[in-house]
């Protein structure tokens, strides 16, 4: 079946500007991650979204991140006045919590994000 | 906070040897995963792992679990080179109320001929 999908693969924009990324889970899963990976370290947590409602923003740098799943599937990530230091790969893991007794999370290719 | 911290963070190996990339982590937690990233690629899941003195093998790799300690290891036996590219532990913050991961740096592997 269909892996956890993200677009666009890469995204450049400017200083200041704002920036939406998206991501389709695997059908099915109520879970859904978001993981910022800077080069040559390992993904970061930044928010989990259980259905509709994020269940854990802790891991969001600032008022500038902002994420939505309204209708519990594809999320949106998004990013206002982006600043050259949100410049990594952006990745999206989904899992089915609820039926299992562990939460192996499935990942996307990613979206790489470059701010000039 | 939750740390977790692999070792070494760069390894290079030949053929047909072995070697063990460790992880550590800081707090208690029954549940870790292995992945594997190739360059330019998002991540690979590998093992979960779920209990304490768990042991997973597929092909010439080999992972371990033991809470008690809190480390794993993954082996890897007689290396070949498609299985250069990095490894990363993660562990589930599950026991602290969180359904989140936290990774540690990752383990590059380069095998050569």
């Known amino acids: 079946g269909a892996g956890v999908s993200q677009t666009p693969s890469n995204k450049v924009t400017e200083k200041g500007k704002y920036v939406e990324l998206r991501c389709d889970p695997i059908?099915?899963?109520?879970?859904l991650y978001w993981y910022r990976q800077s080069l040559g370290q390992g993904p970061e947590f930044l928010i989990y979204?259980?259905?509709?409602?994020?269940?854990?923003d802790s891991g969001l740098p600032n008022d500038r991140f902002f994420a939505v799943r309204p209708e519990g599937s594809v999320s949106t990530l998004k990013i206002q006045r982006t600043e050259r230091g949100d410049s990594a790969v952006y990745l999206c893991?989904?899992?089915?919590?609820?039926?299992?007794?562990?939460?192996?999370?499935?990942f996307g290719p990613g979206t790489r994000l470059t701010v000039l | 906070e939750l740390k977790v911290e692999q070792n070494p963070l760069f390894l290079s190996m030949q053929e047909g040897k072995n070697y063990t990339i460790y992880c550590n982590y800081s707090?208690?937690?029954?549940?870790l995963y292995w992945y594997r990233q190739d360059p330019g690629k998002s991540l690979e899941s590998l093992f979960v792992l779920l209990s304490n003195g768990a042991v997973k093998q597929e092909g010439r790799l080999m992972a371990s679990l033991d809470t008690k300690a809190r480390l794993s290891t993954l082996h890897i036996t007689a290396a070949v080179h498609d299985l250069s590219a990095t490894y990363f532990c993660?562990?589930?913050?599950?026991?602290?109320?969180?359904?989140?991961?936290?990774f540690g740096k990752g383990t590059k592997l380069t095998v050569n001929p």
């Open positions: 707090t208690t937690s029954d549940r």
């Open positions: 979204f259980q259905g509709t409602g994020a269940a854990d």
């Open positions: 893991a989904s899992s089915s919590i609820g039926w299992s007794s562990y939460n192996e999370q499935f």
């Open positions: 059908s099915g899963h109520t879970a």
């Open positions: 993660a562990v589930d913050m599950a026991q602290g109320g969180s359904e989140k991961l936290v």
